[in-house]
């Protein structure tokens, strides 16, 4: 069966190299080297990591701590299957961390986490983050207000759309009622490629799998094209604009653009 995956997920998307299986969205690592990037470019070198028991996130707290070290980086993991939020504070205090990432899921711990941290005077300073994309959810804001804003974030959107980009955010504006997430462009992104797909190839499933290489379609992020990639299992558009984004202290509502790949 074919498969276009339009999310951001672990590189070994298939266990072995695949003809059936795209991906619109970059890699894990692409991504979170990307980040990883971001971090040092803010001075940070002490990264602490919460971290929940998952395949992902232990695939991302991988990638960032091989990604830093040869670079003079440090990544202290703190397993939040046996530390309290409240707990979280003493260790990030104790192992001179200047930057806590959210490596859990939302919205508990990761609400709680960011309440304590906060509001720990000791830890005025740090810089809290969370790559995987919590702060991109209403309910984010909704339930931190304040304290959501200014934790650095990836989405996977140009600087500026393309003019079909432009068109079809301001379509989703429309039937939202509020500015579309980037998950939304994904979404239009991988309708046009399927709809392509089935458009120049017909419903047949092999015919579908060999025209991954030869898709060339507009998307709202720019000319969608898949090749192979090395350390990838699967035909990959390489690569999706990236951004570390955050909400604005000043406008929570507003995402401002913190580095771009």
């Known amino acids: 069966m074919p498969f276009l995956c339009s999310s951001a997920v672990l590189d070994a998307l298939t266990e072995q190299p695949t003809k059936w299986v795209a991906r619109l969205a970059p890699a894990q690592s692409h991504g979170w080297r990307i980040y990883a990037d971001f971090l040092l470019s803010a001075g940070h070198t002490r990264i602490a990591v ?6 992902y996130w232990a695939s991302g707290a991988r990638i960032l701590r091989d990604y830093l070290a040869p670079r003079g980086g440090t990544v202290i993991e703190l397993d939040m299957g046996a530390l309290a939020p409240t707990a979280v504070c003493d260790e990030l205090v104790d192992n001179r961390a200047t930057a806590l990432l959210l490596l859990v899921g939302h919205p508990e711990p990761a609400v709680s986490i960011v309440k304590c941290v906060r509001h720990d005077e000791r830890l005025a300073e740090i810089l809290i983050g969370a ?13 931190l207000g304040d304290d959501g804003a200014a934790i650095p974030f990836l989405r996977y959107l140009p600087e500026r759309l393309s003019p079909l980009g432009a068109r079809v955010e301001t379509a989703l504006r429309e039937r939202l009622t509020e500015a579309p997430s980037f998950v939304a462009f994904e979404g239009y992104d991988t309708v046009a490629v399927l709809a392509e797909a089935l458009r120049s190839h017909g419903a047949d499933r092999a015919r579908i799998a060999e025209s991954w290489p030869r898709v060339a379609v507009e998307g709202t992020r720019g ?3 898949f090749s192979r990639t090395p350390g990838i299992n699967v035909w990959q ?4 604009p990236i ?6 202290p000043a ?6 653009i913190r580095h771009t790949s």
């Open 131 to 143: 790559p995987a994309g919590q702060p991109e959810f209403a309910e984010w804001a909704t339930l």
């Open 237 to 240: 558009w390489a690569w999706p």
């Open 223 to 225: 000319q969608i094209q």
């Open 243 to 248: 951004q570390v984004v955050d909400r604005d």
């Open 50 to 55: 919460a971290a929940q028991s998952s395949v």
């Open 251 to 256: 406008e929570p509502d507003r995402l401002r």
